[in-house]
């Protein structure tokens, strides 16, 4: 079922509760979830399912983009593809972006079309389907403490005096519903005992002592959340293409090769803001203005290495407000136009506003140093899943 969070992952953190009980409530959906969660920074490198964008609106040359998956559209056509079980069988399509743009002129006439392709050689931050989010979770200590005092109890307590009510009490503390100061004594004393049998479960011992409105389901939750938040600062890495055509004649006139990398430099750490190493870089195959006819020898290679200042909010841990800083390298191989510099250095700046749950304004500055030249363009992102309703329906 849609609605839980099934497979190892979850086996793993909540098997406490699924030996004794079924679950009878629903829980969001874990990819549309983990989707909610990505940075605005991160949605422009590669995108989970649709996005809109209207690029430069105070620039004379603007751009109004699409870029979505081919898994989303599928998805759309077809709601079972997002059931955990298939839904990791299509990775390949959902690391595959594709995009389509409409360039407008200073009175918003059309004036153009632009086409990408965009596919993420490592994507380390999709927890749903990576191994290695389950080994991140096998190998944390205080997982373990809680399997060893599950597997304990669960085996005791039939040997305990009045087995079946203890087996009842000891099932509603799992679900949370019990709180350790609600527990009766017995399964106090034995749960006590055990944790301070080992110096392996000696934290957990201390815990129980120090906290006794310890609730399981609030800590098993609260494990898996932070978690999953740091296995989402792992490495992206995506290659792209992209070319834009002219209205008067549909030819190539500037084709873009690019690749990007994305990774948190905080990773682990108990801060509540996070910071993102950012690199970018780009040969641009341009159309040469100064001679007749389209062409594409003008090469422009661009290499921008950037950090990411994520400010997020204290309890959700969803991005309000982002902070891009990062310096523009550019070499221009062949087409160098007259008093042009064939390397040029520029400091860039990009502030990123949450307006709401799922549209950011990104607002970006350029300054040439060496000329003392400024330039500013705002943005308008709009992320959309279109799934959510559907996800509801499933879970039903």
């Known amino acids: 079922m849609i609605g839980k969070i099934t497979g190892v992952v979850m086996v793993l953190l909540f098997c406490i509760t699924t030996r004794l009980v079924a679950q009878t409530g629903t829980t969001p959906n874990p990819i549309l979830t983990a989707d909610s969660l990505a940075t605005g920074n991160y949605k422009d490198v590669l995108n989970s399912f649709f996005q809109f964008a209207f690029d430069r609106l105070t620039s004379p040359d603007k751009t109004l983009k699409f870029t979505g998956t081919p898994f989303a559209v599928m998805a759309k056509l ?12 299509y990775r390949t399509l959902r690391n595959l972006n594709y995009t389509f743009g409409l360039r407008l002129d200073t009175s918003y006439r059309f004036n153009g079309f632009s086409a990408g392709l965009k596919y993420a050689i490592i994507n380390k931050r999709d927890e749903t389907v990576q191994n290695a989010f389950v080994k991140t979770v096998l190998s944390n200590a205080a997982v373990k403490q809680l399997f ?39 399964l106090q004393d034995s749960m006590l005992a055990f944790a301070a049998s080992s110096d392996s479960t000696r934290a957990l011992f201390e815990t129980l002592m120090q906290n006794p409105n310890f609730n399981l389901k609030r800590t098993t939750d609260s494990l898996y959340h932070d978690m999953k938040m740091n296995f989402n600062k792992n490495a992206l890495w995506t290659v792209g293409i992209t070319d ?6 549909f030819v190539f006139t500037n084709v873009v090769f690019q690749t990007e990398f994305l990774k948190s430099v905080n990773k682990y750490t108990k801060t509540k803001n996070d910071l993102e190493l950012n690199i970018r870089s780009q040969l641009q195959l341009v159309d040469d203005t100064l ?5 594409l020898r003008r090469a422009v290679f661009n290499f921008e290495p950037g950090i990411n200042w994520v ?44 307006i709401f749950n799922d549209i950011w304004v990104p607002f970006e500055v350029k300054y040439d140093p060496k000329n003392g030249n400024l330039f500013g363009f705002i943005n308008v992102r709009a992320n959309f899943r279109a799934l959510a309703g559907a996800a509801k329906q499933l879970a039903k």
Do not use: C
């Open 244 to 249: 834009t055509t002219l209205k008067n004649q």
């Open 311 to 354: 400010l997020n909010t204290k309890s959700t841990r969803k991005s309000y407000l982002e902070l891009k800083f990062s310096g523009g390298y550019y070499h221009i191989f062949n087409g160098i136009y007259a008093n042009e510099d064939k390397n040029q250095l520029w400091l860039n700046g990009t502030v990123r506003i949450r």
């Open 78 to 89: 077809d709601t079972v593809l997002l059931v955990d079980t298939v839904y990791k069988r």
């Open 148 to 186: 060893a005092l599950n597997n304990q109890m669960v085996a005791k307590i039939p040997t305990m005096p009045n087995p079946g009510a203890l087996m009842q009490e000891y099932s509603s503390f799992t679900q949370g519903l019990k709180n350790f100061r609600s527990l009766s004594k017995p």
């Open 291 to 295: 001679k007749a006819g389209r062409d």
